[in-house]
């Protein structure tokens, strides 16, 4: 594959292609439009995923100035934690009792799949730049940062209900959110609790992952 050609795995698009295809048939056959939602989630997990690959392909290029890899950075850094949030949609399955559950299931299951893959290529490909550009050691300190950051902001999206754009829109009421969770012992608790628990299942998922994509 030519490293400087931007594209989808195919693995994405079946995914992708099979959620789609599940979500329009659940309209169909049942008239029920609840979870059409779950399409704006994996766009919001496809954007760190196209910002990621635009910085690898220049980075392989030779075209990623420091300004650009900071900004798109800082912009990815914010965009990262929509990607595996989307397991946690895993909730609403059973929620309509006109639909068969196990048909939610598998809707809900392959969106959460697609996003989650969306989001562990994208952090591959900030993790490339970072070895090429600086060393595997820091490269590997920064999967971990970046995954248990990913992890504490799905706690934020499900349980707080707070935005990526959020931190920029109402900074205030973020900042507010965010300090009662230190504040108040059981929001901390559960707060600490989730957290750890999104970043083990994310930080498995990942080098397991992985390991298929190096060998």
Same mark, same amino acid.
């Given at each position: 594959m030519d490293k400087y050609k931007f594209t989808i795995p195919k693995s994405i698009l079946i995914l992708l292609a099979l959620s789609f295809v599940l979500s329009i048939f659940r309209v169909i056959l049942f008239g029920k439009f609840s979870l059409v939602y779950i399409f704006w989630n994996i766009y !919001?997990?496809?954007?760190? #995923? %196209?910002? /990621? /690959?635009?910085? !690898?392909?220049?980075f392989n290029k030779n075209e990623l100035s420091k300004e650009a !890899?900071?900004? @798109? @950075?800082? #912009?990815? !850094? #914010?965009?990262?934690?929509?990607?595996?949030? %989307?397991?946690?949609?895993?909730?609403?399955i059973g929620e309509i009792h006109a639909v068969p559950v196990l048909y939610d299931t598998f809707l809900i299951f392959s969106s959460a799949w697609v996003s989650l893959l969306l989001g562990m290529y994208s952090i591959f490909h900030m993790e490339q730049i970072l070895k090429t550009k600086y060393s595997t050691k820091i490269a590997s300190i920064f999967v971990v940062v970046i995954i248990f950051f990913s992890s504490f902001g799905m706690y934020l999206g499900r349980f707080l209900r707070f935005n990526s754009w959020d931190i920029l829109s109402r900074p205030m009421k973020f900042i507010n959110g965010v300090g009662e969770i230190f504040t108040n012992k059981p929001d901390s608790i559960e707060a600490v609790f989730y957290t750890i628990l999104f970043f083990f299942f994310i930080i498995m998922s990942y080098y397991s992952w992985k390991a298929t994509q190096t060998k």
């Amino acid at each position: 594959m030519d490293k400087y050609k931007f594209t989808i795995p195919k693995s994405i698009l079946i995914l992708l292609a099979l959620s789609f295809v599940l979500s329009i048939f659940r309209v169909i056959l049942f008239g029920k439009f609840s979870l059409v939602y779950i399409f704006w989630n994996i766009y !919001l997990a496809l954007i760190p #995923f %196209v910002i /990621s /690959s635009i910085l !690898l392909r220049n980075f392989n290029k030779n075209e990623l100035s420091k300004e650009a !890899l900071i900004v @798109g @950075g800082i #912009f990815w !850094l #914010f965009l990262i934690p929509n990607a595996p949030y %989307v397991i946690t949609d895993l909730i609403h399955i059973g929620e309509i009792h006109a639909v068969p559950v196990l048909y939610d299931t598998f809707l809900i299951f392959s969106s959460a799949w697609v996003s989650l893959l969306l989001g562990m290529y994208s952090i591959f490909h900030m993790e490339q730049i970072l070895k090429t550009k600086y060393s595997t050691k820091i490269a590997s300190i920064f999967v971990v940062v970046i995954i248990f950051f990913s992890s504490f902001g799905m706690y934020l999206g499900r349980f707080l209900r707070f935005n990526s754009w959020d931190i920029l829109s109402r900074p205030m009421k973020f900042i507010n959110g965010v300090g009662e969770i230190f504040t108040n012992k059981p929001d901390s608790i559960e707060a600490v609790f989730y957290t750890i628990l999104f970043f083990f299942f994310i930080i498995m998922s990942y080098y397991s992952w992985k390991a298929t994509q190096t060998k």
